[in-house]
Each structure stands twice: as structure tokens, then as C-alpha cells.
């Protein structure tokens, strides 16, 4: 069982709507990275939390440790928010563990 | 923040070949990581580049196949050895100043595709 549960695999939206991801982990997970890989497979570390709730933009991050669940939710989306979106638990070390991604599509 | 740098780009090779991609950093950081992207698939560790030591491998993993350098605080090499098409990937290093919860850098990628 992948230490890093992430739902759903596949997301299709409208313009304009608002767009949650959802992702579980297992014990001995410090703190959780949100990441961005548009087409060209170029990655992009959106946030990263260990408690609370984060915003940068339209982008919202929160995280549950108690129940180990965390969401990323878009506001607002538009097409340039098209783009495999990757939870990853951080262990000991420093070290990532990834879940398989969201690919998002916004459709306008 | 901190802006990664990899060479080659991408890269078609031979089976039986090896090939060496470079990851350079414009700043010192303490934790640099080479994971590997196989098609349609999400990223998986290969090992953590160690400065000055052996890099420290992932299950599945073995110095053998990818022997990695870490010569610097700002460079780093992963060889992949023998290749054969399995190899054929997405090859990412990433960087972090290390402690628990710090933000990950990550290189452009070098995409491989093995003959």
C-alpha cells in the first residue's frame, strides 16, 4: 500500500469552478508538499505544509493531521490551471513519497 | 529559492550504453535527491546525493545501475549504467536546504529514451 493516497486520478472542470483534491498518508509523514507538472514535465512546489492552512493566490492548501488528509482546492479555476497536480509525504531525511497525481483539465 | 540547472536536456540512447546527467545548483544547499519519472507514472526516489560520501539508495536501487557523484554543496552527477529500455524515464534531481518541512526545489528533467 503507497503511503501517499491521492484522489482523484482524473478531474475534468469548467471555467469558473471551484476544484478539490484530496490526499491521505500514512504514519511517519512530517509534512506534506503540494506540486505542479505542467506538460512539459517541468515541476513546481506549490506549498507545503505540516499544520494548518495555506492560500497563495486562488491556490488553498490545508491539512488534517490528526485524521493525516490534506486538500488542495482551486478557486476560480481557469485553463492555465491544466496540469498534473502531485501530493507527496515527507519522511525522515528529507525524503518524498508520491502519490500518482491528479491530471486536471479546465475547460473553457 | 533556487534555480536547477540539468545536462542533457533529453537524450535517445543504445542499450548496453551509459549515460551521465549533470544537476547544478546556483546555491549551496544541504539535501540534493535524484528521482526518477517513468511514463505515466508519478516520481519515485532513487537515492539522496550525499556531499562528500555515498549517496544513500531507495529500495530497488543500487549503486551499480546509478552511481552518483556529489562533489559540492552545488553539483551532483547520476550515471545510468547499462541501460536497457526499462530505463527510459523522466530523470529529475531536487534540492532543499534541509531540516524537516523545507521547501523542495526541482531541476527541468532530463528525458531519457533507451533503443
Known amino acids: 500500500k503507497n503511503e501517499v493516497e491521492q484522489s482523484p486520478q482524473n478531474l475534468t472542470a469548467q471555467e469558473g469552478e471551484f476544484i478539490t483534491i484530496n490526499c491521505s498518508y500514512s504514519?511517519?509523514?512530517?509534512?506534506l508538499h503540494w506540486l505542479q507538472q505542467h506538460p512539459g514535465g517541468g515541476i513546481v512546489s506549490l506549498f507545503m505544509?505540516?499544520?494548518g492552512k495555506k492560500k497563495h493566490g486562488r491556490l488553498i492548501a490545508t491539512i488534517n493531521i490528526q485524521e493525516k488528509h490534506s486538500s488542495l482546492h482551486i478557486t476560480a479555476s481557469h485553463p492555465r490551471d491544466s496540469a498534473v497536480y502531485i501530493c507527496?509525504?515527507?519522511?525522515?531525511?528529507?525524503?518524498?513519497?508520491f502519490g500518482e497525481g491528479t491530471q486536471l483539465t479546465v475547460n473553457p | 529559492s533556487a534555480v536547477i540547472s540539468q545536462k542533457p536536456s533529453r537524450d535517445i540512447c543504445q542499450r548496453g550504453t551509459s549515460l551521465t546527467i549533470q544537476c547544478q545548483v546556483d546555491?549551496?544547499?544541504?539535501?540534493m535527491f535524484w528521482y526518477r519519472q517513468q511514463p505515466g507514472q508519478s516520481l519515485t526516489l532513487i537515492a539522496t546525493?550525499?556531499?562528500?560520501?555515498?549517496?544513500?539508495?531507495e529500495s530497488g536501487f543500487v549503486i551499480d545501475k546509478f552511481p552518483i557523484s556529489r562533489p559540492n554543496l552545488t553539483f551532483s552527477t547520476l550515471t545510468v549504467s547499462n541501460m536497457s529500455p526499462e530505463d527510459s524515464s523522466i530523470y529529475l534531481c531536487?534540492?532543499?536546504?534541509?531540516?524537516?518541512?523545507?521547501?523542495?526545489?526541482f531541476g527541468p528533467g532530463t528525458r531519457l529514451l533507451v533503443l
Open positions: 531536487s534540492v532543499s536546504r534541509g531540516g524537516v518541512a523545507e521547501t523542495q526545489y
Open positions: 504514519v511517519g509523514i512530517s509534512a
Open positions: 505544509l505540516s499544520s
Open positions: 507527496a509525504g515527507e519522511t525522515s531525511g528529507s525524503r518524498l513519497t
Open positions: 546555491s549551496q544547499v544541504t539535501m
Open positions: 546525493a550525499n556531499q562528500g560520501s555515498e549517496a544513500t539508495y
